[in-house]
């Protein structure tokens, strides 16, 4: 255990109940102890200026379509009203002031449109809401902007001011903070973050409604669900900047794939969007439970990144410090649209208005795709690994899947009455997976060479099969000339280069024995997308996938115009640059920012991290995208039970994918390619096609069709129905069920209206 | 308890990493933890999921109020679930059929006055529904019945029957079908304590005597010259005291016990008599039933797992937990290793602080104390097959668990228990060719070697007439080769043998051949260094073709420079010392003399060590005692060959040569003991260097 884990441990646990006192969702708010006492003296001060604002103080500011926008001059706090149906979305949850069981910290939390997280000379993170920190302080002033309030809370202790827009629009709400604007004025206090909203249309203690998180697939948190005691929700969208070392593994998770969230309740629903700043927003949800009434999901900009890292001092003791980007992000502005849905929306309402946002705000591409169900095949063309020449210990690039192989599977498949396939080819440059930054599409001789690569490259054309090549363009496991590891990587907090490392199942710790690799620069990264994009024409490739830009954005820290979002700039540009050289691209469980670029998407996780807080998890991200662009789920041939992840294509509307490998399983031993122990194509061949077989008929009549409903009907048994009535019942469970009189088999569904 | 201190700041750490979601490589399609198993090799690999979380079950849910520290959790084998909810000093009973609230049971005395727990950590209920309730901080063991009420408590039995000091905490308690209650006193090493149907105290079961190890003694004696405050980490002499129990259904009891000072043999399963009938492999044999691998945190100490409950179920399979990392392992009824799972995050399936575990039809039921809630996890299509075929192979029924195996090959196809599964299936229906291949990439050597013998019985009752015919053609040759080339060399004895033929003529006549090496100067730099090469090709072909049941090292684990330095270099290291020493003892060698005749001497090891090693994957391992007794004698071949030598060379006496082979060991210890001195300041001098160029770099 590295000492600085130790250390924000034992930070964490002291601040633990401090922090629940203002935001129980913030799971890695450090505070100290004293201040938090001094700020909770504060506000008992104050409770009677509290209870002294009523609601009467909201004026009218404008309206849009039907909706008011409200506004509190005391509190800066507001609520929309539609004006038909008489659904309040209100910034501030409704509780009962002479509530003795509510901290009055907790109820001046519920009264602060925002929340401000700042940290002093020392490296100690504060979080202040603006109720007892501003407004009571007479921080707080405002204007009238079009369509909207534009709300200044000033800190004057720290003095920090953050400038928030609320903004009515179409009937939905905006709300957005220009970065430019913010002052920081007392230089001890620096500003780390800032939350928008947390408590925007919270349900409280005995509503029936439900919290949406974008984890993997997407889940569910019912309100009032009593597991307050498993922890709250918080996810950085677009995953962790890899720039941010780390010590010890996880096990499994799953990112934040969509920049939005909602909530649902009976007086009102939204969906937000955050549709400027997503790649440093983090997401946080949490229930009712001993110390809030309320349940709330909120996302929170990352204004400084901060991290702890460890130092030698003069006497070579380990020393923790707690190391701050020093520049504010170069972005415009950090901006969230709530998409406001009269009553209690349902989660399909949900996925529905925000397709049409995203296919409005051109995050989406609107090209329908053709009626078809491909299955997706990701083949591994080799693997580096020690070879053993003569008692020789040689790092060998070795064959798994050759060129000529792949054109075998391909054939196979064929004949088995397989011929709409997806084909994304991994490994397949010179040099193994391990190897240098890739800057031209050089065929690899263990793979048969350039001769057999056009061989494959023509035979997919032949046979209308849509092969995507695979280029690593982050990970530099070797240097070359312009992409040395030490000179060219991105640099992490405290300078030392960004490296990423395998860890141990096991003990979780770091395996120092295994490969490592170094991030390229952000920049680099451009360049060397240029580069490949030129030479992928010559080398007769016509598709082309680049999984790490899908799901890895990281930073390079304290680097000029290096930060996460110019960062995001340059994957778009080198997607775009890829794509437009190869003609079409795959995109591998795709950021929000990559999906403008994918014609098809592969491994679309089916499931959430599965935190215990969550209810359920739910097909969210397909219902946003079926009907708009074809995806396959991750490999089936990698679950536990081959049949069940036939039913959750099913369930979720996905290609079927198969991880496969044609020879020299053997020698994954000892690399990271190890996962790949159920790949031998040759073991599931015959499974792929017969379930491919077996489902694929219904599933082309619901291609290019949206998911209009999707219900959890009880434990274990979905059903999915599309816009053209057509309507799939799956039971997972070992056992038969009746479902509306008619038995479903255990592991298996019923079809109707296709 | 220094290790339960420990445990909770590595849980306390592992939370914290996921509220921060920092995460790292994902490993797997399922699942909230890694999927690994150890192989064979006792490395950890990934593999399928056998368990899956399907639910989590709190206070909340069944609506009776949020758990609080709920402690212990018990399955009556008849279709109910038992929670111990200590914190809120009740007994909730749940259906195990759909884990809905059957009822709920408040505890109170005879005179119906709720009864409280001060600190209950053990439940257990008889067949007759008697709740048994083990309160640690009461110190007793409460008896009630089926609807709550107190009837009768063990207290600490009478002290004349137990040892001065006792202190009677009882932690867990457990009874057999006959009624005999069964008492795990917390911190107590003489094992459980045993009360009768009448709740009379019977006395002290499964109590672990110390084993009699070299170590121990040495620490006994070591402690009459040391004084007290020096004896610290030193072998225990008292034996463990046990931190759980179960029973299978034949009443025989497995314990698991907090074994600091060793990480193997945690489990036992002991019969009336105490005696321990669990083994891995072969009979006696213990093994690590937690993690394997561990590591050394600079504050904790070394990371080994803390094995605090065990679950037998119905079909013998048990699960034991590991709360250092919130971890179960199953294995089946051999010890052999099937699954691991659960682990430390806020993620479904795993836990903050698991407290007890419970397994009945494929399900596996934990409870976690601090996130006061029920995990329901159950075996995926994966682990059923794993688990069906355990049962056909621990059965002996191989053909049947056939094509099990093939399937769990598709899902895993480096899974252990399937490769051995198949192999049997093979074995068995004749096939040992096949068998073979599947017992070798499981490791599994008496199986390899059972399967090898009937293989080759099979062939050589095949080829039987050939090889007859074959040894008489062969003997013939050789006799009438034989008498030609004896004739000539008894006419000619002292014939003069060739510089070229001389190392064989050594190898033959080591007393004679030295003599005449040194007297005659028939040595030759050139064959010996040529001989001194071989010996690093033999080595190399020695190592890389041993027969893996004679304990042959992986071949993917060779290193040539290891090999290099550990022939070559250790040969010309002892040449080096010996001929420095023999200059301070009046030795006539130089150093070219004694580099040719060692180099002689080494013969035996190069010309017979290829055929033997050749022999080796002939043989199977009933045979091993021959290969390894001729093995021995060409060590001890070389080894005198060496004696000689130097004897020779030097012009010593007997008594001389032994103390200058003495000295030359001693010399090479210093060598080895400067080089890694050189070693480690070149390597600290290397990364100075590394730190100063990425600081200067990092400028830029």
């Not at chain 2, 028939?522 to 893996?548: K, L």
Request: proline share 3%; net charge negative.
């Amino acid at each position: 255990m590295k000492k600085g884990l130790r250390i924000g441990c034992i930070a964490l646990a002291v601040i633990w109940p401090a922090v629940s006192l203002y935001a129980p969702t913030a799971a890695d708010t450090e505070m100290a102890g004293t201040t938090a006492e001094t700020e909770q003296r504060t506000t008992a001060e104050m409770k009677q200026i509290t209870v002294a604002s009523a609601e009467g103080a909201y004026v009218p500011v404008c309206s849009s379509s039907g909706r008011s926008l409200y506004f509190n001059e005391e509190t800066g706090t507001f609520y929309v009203e539609d004006t038909a149906s008489g659904n309040r979305w209100k910034s501030t949850p409704s509780y009962d002031d002479t509530d003795e069981s509510l901290k009055s910290a907790i109820k001046a939390a519920y009264d602060s449109p925002l929340f401000i997280k700042y940290a002093d000379n020392s490296g100690n993170i504060y979080e202040l809401p603006s109720k007892t920190a501003s407004v009571n302080l007479d921080g707080m002033s405002w204007e009238k902007i079009s369509n909207g309030v534009r709300v200044t809370f000033t800190f004057p202790k720290q003095g920090i001011t953050v400038p928030v827009e609320y903004v009515l629009e179409n009937g939905n709400l905006t709300v957005g903070v220009v970065l430019a604007d913010i002052r920081e004025e007392n230089a001890k206090c620096r500003l780390t973050g800032f939350s928008l909203l947390p408590y925007f249309n919270a349900g409280v203690a005995g509503e029936e409604g439900f919290l949406l998180v974008p984890d993997g697939s997407g889940a569910i948190i019912g309100f009032n669900n009593g597991k307050s005691a498993n922890g709250s929700y918080r996810q950085y969208v677009y995953g962790r900047d890899s720039a941010i070392g780390m010590t010890v593994a996880s096990g499994y998770y799953e990112n934040a794939l969509l920049p939005a969230f909602g909530s649902s309740a009976p007086g009102g629903s939204c969906l937000a969007v955050i549709t400027q700043g997503a790649s440093r927003a983090v997401l946080n949800a949490s229930v009712s439970g001993a110390n809030t009434i309320c349940n709330t999901v909120y996302s929170e900009c990352v204004y400084r990144e901060n991290t702890m890292a460890s130092f030698n001092d003069k006497s070579w003791n380990k020393k923790e410090v707690r190391v701050f980007e020093e520049d504010p992000p170069a972005m415009e502005r950090y901006a969230v649209t709530y998409l406001l849905m009269d009553g209690g929306a349902s989660y399909t309402d949900m996925a529905s208005v925000c397709r049409e946002y995203l296919l409005v705000a051109g995050t989406l591409g609107s090209e329908t795709p053709s009626e078809s169900y491909p299955l997706y095949l990701n083949l591994y063309g080799s693997v580096n690994n020690i070879r053993h020449i003569l008692g020789f210990p040689i790092e060998s690039e070795i064959a798994l899947t050759t060129y000529q192989d792949a054109i075998d599977i391909l054939g196979q498949l064929e004949e088995k009455g397989v011929s709409d396939l997806v084909v994304k080819y991994n490994n397949w440059i010179r040099g193994g997976p391990e190897s240098s930054i890739p800057v031209k599409a050089a065929a690899s001789g263990t793979l048969g060479g350039k001769s057999n690569l056009k061989k494959l490259t023509a035979y997919m054309e032949q046979n209308d099969i849509a092969g995507f090549f695979d280029v690593n363009l982050t990970d530099m496991y070797k240097s070359r000339w312009g992409y040395i590891r030490t000179l060219h990587s991105a640099r992490m907090l405290n300078q030392s280069p960004a490296i990423e490392y395998l860890y141990s199942l096991s003990t979780l710790q770091r395996e120092d024995d295994m490969p490592n690799w170094y991030l390229l620069r952000p920049d680099k990264v451009g360049t060397a997308a240029q580069s490949m994009a030129k030479s992928l024409a010559d080398a007769g490739i016509s598709g082309v996938s680049a999984d790490t830009l899908c799901h890895k954005l990281y930073s390079s820290f304290n680097e000029q115009g290096l930060d996460r979002k110019n960062a995001e700039t340059v994957w778009t540009n080198s997607l775009k640059a890829l794509r437009d050289a190869a003609g079409k691209m795959l995109c591998d469980r795709p950021n929000a920012y990559a999906l403008s670029y994918a014609d098809c998407i592969a491994s679309l996780p089916t499931q959430s991290t599965q935190n215990a807080l969550y209810d359920a998890d739910i097909p969210f991200l397909q219902m946003v995208l079926h009907g708009v662009i074809s995806y396959s789920m991750p490999a089936n041939n990698q679950y536990a039970d081959f049949r069940r992840s036939v039913l959750t294509a099913l369930e979720t509307g996905s290609s079927l994918q198969f991880a496969w490998i044609a020879r020299n399983a053997e020698h994954l031993d000892g690399t990271q390619f190890d996962i790949l122990f159920s790949a031998e194509y040759s073991n599931w061949i015959d499974d792929a096609a017969q379930a491919y077989e077996e489902i694929a008929p219904f599933m082309r009549t619901v291609s290019g069709r949206t998911i209009s409903n999707h219900e959890i009907l009880q434990d274990n048994v979905r059903r999915t129905t599309y816009d053209n009535g057509a309507v799939v019942t799956v039971n997972y469970n070992d056992y038969d069920v009746v479902v509306d009189g008619e038995t479903i088999a255990a592991k298996g569904y019923k079809i109707a209206g296709a | 308890m220094g290790d339960k201190h420990f445990s909770k700041g590595i849980r306390t750490a592992a939370l914290t990493v996921l509220s921060l979601f920092i995460f790292g490589l994902t490993t797997s399609a399922e699942g909230p933890y890694n999927n690994y198993v150890y192989d064979p090799y006792d490395e950890s690999v990934p593999t399928q999921a056998g368990y899956l979380p399907e639910k989590l079950i709190t206070g909340n849910n069944l609506g009776i109020g949020a758990f609080s520290k709920p402690s212990d959790l018990y399955y009556d084998n008849q279709g109910l679930l038992y929670i111990l909810d200590s914190g809120n000093n009740r007994v909730v009973a749940l259906s195990a059929q759909d884990f809905s609230l059957d009822r709920v049971i408040q505890p109170a005395t005879a005179d119906g006055l709720p009864l409280t727990f001060t600190e209950a950590t053990g439940l257990c209920v008889w067949s007759n529904g008697d709740i048994y309730i083990a309160d640690k901080g009461a110190k007793t063991v409460y008896i009630l019945n089926s609807e709550g009420k107190l009837y009768d408590t063990l207290d600490c039995p009478d002290a004349d029957l137990l040892t001065p000091g006792f202190d009677y905490k009882p932690s867990k308690v457990l009874v057999d079908s006959k009624g005999i209650i069964y008492v795990i006193s917390y911190g107590c090493y003489n094992g459980a304590l045993q009360f009768d149907a009448n709740h009379e105290f019977l006395g002290f079961f499964g109590s672990e005597s110390v084993t009699m190890t070299a170590e121990l003694i040495m620490t006994q004696l070591w402690s009459r010259i040391v004084p007290k405050s020096m004896q610290t980490n030193q072998v225990r002499a008292v034996p463990v005291n046990y931190s759980n129990f179960d029973l299978d259904s034949s009443d025989m009891i497995y314990t698991v016990k907090n074994d600091v000072d060793s990480n193997s043999g945690q489990v036992r399963k002991l019969n009336y008599y105490g005696n321990n009938l669990l083994y891995y492999k072969t009979s006696g044999q213990v093994r690590t039933y937690g993690d394997i691998e561990t590591y050394y945190d600079n504050k904790n100490g070394l990371m080994q797992s803390v094995i605090t409950d065990i679950d037998v179920d119905e079909n013998g399979f048990f699960t034991i937990l590991d709360s250092l990392r919130n971890r179960l392992f199953q294995f089946d009824k051999d010890s052999n290793l099937l699954f691991i799972f659960g682990g430390t995050t806020s993620q479904l399936g795993c836990f903050s602080e698991a407290s007890a575990v419970e397994s009945f039809d494929g399900n596996v039921l934990v409870l976690d104390s601090r996130g006061a809630s029920l995990t329901v996890l159950r075996t995926t299509e994966f682990g059923s097959l794993v688990r069906e075929s355990a049962l056909l192979i621990s059965g002996g029924k191989y053909t049947e668990c056939a094509d099990l195996c093939r399937r769990i090959l598709q899902y895993d196809s480096k899974y252990t228990l399937a490769n051995i599964g198949l192999g049997k299936a093979y074995q068995a229906a004749g096939e040992y060719k096949t068998s073979l291949d599947y017992f070798y990439k499981a490791n599994a050597a008496v199986d390899y070697s059972n399967a090898y013998y009937e293989y080759r019985s099979a062939l050589l009752k095949d080829s039987f007439l050939y090889i007859v015919l074959g040894i008489v053609a062969l003997s013939a040759i050789l006799a009438v080769v034989g008498r030609l080339r004896h004739r000539a060399v008894v006419s000619d004895y002292d014939r003069h043998v060739s510089v070229g033929r001389y190392p064989f003529f050594v190898m033959r006549h080591p007393f004679k051949g030295h003599v005449a090496l040194k007297e005659e100067k028939r040595g030759s730099v050139v064959i010996a260094t040529i001989i001194v090469f071989a010996f690093f090709i033999v080595n190399i072909f020695v190592r890389q073709n041993t027969s893996f049941l004679f304990g042959g090292a992986r071949p993917q684990d060779f290193n040539i420079v290891y090999a290099f330095v550990s022939t070559v270099g250790l040969f010309a290291v002892m040449v080096l010392c010996n001929w420095a020493l023999a200059t301070l003892m009046d030795g006539e060698g130089r150093l070219k003399e004694i580099w040719v005749s060692c180099a002689y001497a080494l013969m035996p090891y190069v010309i017979l060590m290829i055929p033997l090693t050749i022999i080796s994957n002939v043989i199977v391992l009933d045979e091993g005692p021959f290969f390894y007794a001729a093995k021995y004698i060409i060590y001890a071949w070389v080894f005198i060959g060496i004696l000689m030598a130097v004897r020779e060379v030097h012009q010593f006496t007997m008594k001389k040569t032994i103390l200058a082979l003495l000295g030359t060991a001693f010399g090479m210890l210093i060598v080895a003991a400067l080089y890694a001195m050189a070693y480690s300041m070149l390597s600290q001098l290397f990364g100075f260097m590394v730190t100063l160029v990425n600081e200067v770099l990092m400028r830029f």
